[in-house]
């Protein structure tokens, strides 16, 4: 399996103050063939289910501010969110979907500090 | 618009089946690959499998033995077994739709959720 790793555990950021999650992936991520990267992140709040926020490791899903982004490629992976609002306060995932079992990093709390 | 609903029983007692249904409406059900996915109390995430469009399920090696996913495309319906369950097995259910095309693979569409609670 591959194995997905994420830091910090958790961070708090003041509102309209950037914020940034790791991801690291035990093997690459990048396809060679179409030079694609398998990864996406997802938002979790409480009682509710993920939300796509971004595929192919820097693709904005449709309807998610631009405050997000990502970057990276092969193993080592990063969310941004330049400037923090109080709705993004939740749980972010990174997937990797190269290969099956298609494995979820542990997650990054976010909070407002 | 796109949307899962799912059910299933909430409270289980160990060593029986766990059943779960997810329905889908709004878009065509041939092509996705549907995925079950499950969280455990304040825990993360674990992919299940998932079943595509030829009906070809893949498992995680670490249920495979106890799983099963199917479809029923006469209803736009796929489905979950879990047989065996523990205490261990305890967390809510999602099902999801993984995308064809530009968005291959990822999950852009979840269900609700479904607390399953396996207790003696």
């Known amino acids: 399996d591959i194995v997905m790793t994420q830091s910090p555990d958790s961070l708090a950021v003041s509102l309209g103050e950037r914020a940034t999650i790791n991801c690291k992936s035990s093997?690459?991520?990048?396809?060679?063939?179409?030079?694609?990267?398998?990864l996406a992140w997802y938002q979790q709040k409480p009682g509710q289910p993920p939300k796509l926020l971004i595929y192919w490791a820097s693709t904005r899903e449709s309807g998610v501010p631009d405050r997000f982004s990502g970057s990276g490629s092969a193993t080592d992976f990063s969310l941004t969110i330049s400037s923090l609002q109080a709705e993004d306060v939740a749980v972010y995932y990174c997937q990797q979907y190269f290969i099956t079992p298609r494995t979820f990093g542990p997650g990054t709390k976010v909070d407002v500090k | 618009q796109v949307q899962l609903q799912q059910w299933g029983a909430g409270l289980l007692k160990p060593s029986e089946t766990l059943s779960l249904t997810c329905a889908v409406y709004g878009g065509s059900f041939s092509g996705y690959y549907w995925t079950w996915i499950r969280q455990p109390p304040g825990k993360g995430l674990e992919w299940i499998g998932e079943?595509?469009?030829?009906?070809?399920?893949d498992y995680n090696p670490s249920l495979k033995s106890r799983v099963t996913i199917s479809v029923d495309t006469s209803k736009n319906q796929f489905s979950l077994k879990l047989s065996s369950v523990t205490a261990a097995d305890t967390a809510v259910y999602y099902c999801?739709?993984?995308?064809?095309?530009?968005?291959?693979?990822?999950?852009?569409?979840w269900g609700q959720g479904t607390l399953v609670t396996v207790s003696s």
């Open positions: 999801g739709r993984g995308e064809m095309g530009s968005r291959q693979l990822v999950l852009a569409y």
């Open positions: 079943i595509n469009h030829s009906e070809s399920a």
């Open positions: 093997h690459s991520l990048l396809y060679s063939t179409n030079n694609k990267n398998y």
